[in-house]
């Protein structure tokens, strides 16, 4: 962002930002002058503005060292790339800031820290030396400012003035002197030297801003620049308070679970216990890898809720039925054609002519070496023994026997099932068959198959 000026090595007493009408106001033509150079890699130095640079190169502290115990005049030029150590001719730009080095101030750990204020702008014509330190023939540049009684100057003042007061509401780690002194500038020139100083921005478009002659024009790009950071620190705070909100109810919510889970643990109760209990069940299931992969996901998912969550109850009731049904269960077949007219006899009188297909039906099943094969359909008025012929085959060949009750289905839903996520969800009709009789290989009965009610839904399509 932006606001330079001071640092938190400074003295106290000793810096302070200074911009004063002498610093901005117009100057004679000025003859060339030689100027020692001092190049720095992290910013652009203003005229009227103060920067604290630290010196690590010891070469460098001598330097600036030397021009203190003289008049304490250097010019202050912008590094075109922060990564060269020693910059020459070409690594710097052509347009600085004459300054005064006002302090230097040595430090224990071996650095030193050297108070510069700008002055005035200056224009390389040429270098004479680079080595030890640059030194080079300038040219002070002269100040073009507006007319501060113009209309579009005073408007732009303002302007500047009032996106910089935003940006300073937006940032309460600027220092309280921040807005005090914007307000004593009463130019546009010393003004766009001041913010631009501390503009959060590359320094090749703080250089532009230094090497823009009229300060109309300067302000002007400062303005746009201002504008960006005001949008960019607003977004910034946008998104910092939504991140800020979503931790802190994710701490609330932490809190409470952590405070129940105490209670909890003082009432003898295990809140895991659910869930380390189906755990339990489900690892003596014999079901298939994509099966336990989804069951285990599902509990570790019911592990990070809260027990209050409405996810929680879903998860655990679709996790209940996993281990309930019969995974790889089945009941070995008995597939014996004399037990089977025995048991047939022994439950049913007469009806010769259904009994014989029946073992007909078996008899074919037997030679295929397989029981699967066409869906019986036993067809009759009420209480000739269709339903109970489906409990002796049961018998006979050894299985479980499910039954289901299809008279009045109107929902297609209850035969496949519902969405677990719907209020109130329900497995199909046939799983619940499946999941009652306890075995894969049930004998299932499906009763009343022509009472379905398809009026308001198509439940014989769902049988298909």
């Given amino acids: 962002m932006f606001l330079s000026g001071s640092t938190s090595e400074r003295p106290e007493g000793q810096v302070q930002l200074a911009v004063t009408e002498e610093d901005a106001t117009h100057t004679d033509e000025a003859n060339l002058e030689l100027l020692p150079l001092l190049a720095i890699d992290h910013g652009v130095l203003f005229p009227g503005v103060i920067l604290p640079m630290s010196l690590q190169n010891q070469q460098a502290i001598n330097f600036v060292r030397k021009v203190y115990k003289a008049d304490g005049v250097i010019g202050v030029v912008a590094q075109k790339k922060s990564a060269i150590e020693k910059p020459g001719a070409k690594d710097v730009f052509h347009i600085g800031t004459i300054a005064k080095i006002l302090k230097i101030i040595p430090f224990p750990a071996g650095h030193t820290t050297a108070i510069l204020q700008g002055k005035q702008r200056f224009q390389v014509e040429k270098f004479i030396k680079e080595v030890p330190h640059l030194l080079a023939r300038v040219r002070r540049l002269r100040e073009y400012p507006g007319d501060d009684q113009d209309k579009k100057v005073k408007a732009l003042t303002q302007s500047v003035k009032e996106v910089a007061a935003k940006l300073i509401a937006l940032h309460p780690e600027f220092p309280a002197e921040a807005q005090a002194t914007l307000d004593k500038i009463k130019e546009l020139s010393p003004l766009t030297y001041f913010l631009a100083s501390g503009l959060s921005t590359d320094i090749k478009h703080k250089q532009k801003l230094l090497e823009t002659h009229d300060s109309t024009r300067r302000g002007t790009l400062l303005l746009e620049h201002l504008l960006k950071d005001l949008e960019m620190s607003r977004l910034r705070r946008k998104i910092q308070d939504k991140v800020h909100t979503d931790i802190s109810q994710q701490q609330r919510d932490y809190y409470i679970r952590h405070q129940i889970r105490a209670l909890q643990d ?11 209990e189906l755990r339990a069940k489900g690892e003596k ?168 009610n398809d009026m308001r839904g198509d439940p014989s399509s769902a049988l298909l």
């Avoid at 009432?267 to 216990?273: I, V």
């Avoid at 007219?341 to 002519?353: M, R």
């Avoid at 009759?380 to 109970?388: A, D, F, H, N």
């Fill in 266 to 276: 003082e009432l003898g109760e295990d809140p895991d216990e659910e869930i380390n």
């Fill in 285 to 452: 299931k014999n079901w298939p890898d994509e099966i336990a992969d989804h069951f285990y996901k599902e509990l570790n998912k019911a592990e990070r809720l809260s027990a209050h969550n409405p996810d929680y109850s879903v998860i655990i009731n679709h996790a209940e039925l996993l281990v309930d049904l019969p995974w790889g269960e089945y009941n070995q077949d008995n597939t014996s054609l004399r037990h089977a007219e025995e048991v047939l006899n022994a439950d049913h009188y007469g009806i010769e002519k259904v009994k014989e297909r029946l073992l007909e039906y078996l008899a074919v099943l037997k030679l295929k070496q397989t029981m699967k094969g066409p869906i019986l359909c036993l067809y009759g008025p009420p209480g000739v023994g269709k339903t109970s012929l489906g409990k002796s085959i049961a018998k006979a060949l050894n299985r479980k026997y499910t039954r289901i009750s299809l008279g009045g289905l109107h929902d297609e839903a209850e035969i496949r099932g519902h969405r677990k996520t719907y209020v109130g969800a329900m497995p199909g009709k046939l799983i619940r068959g499946i999941q009652k009789g306890g075995s894969s290989n049930p004998v299932f009965v499906l009763d009343e198959i022509d009472k379905l």
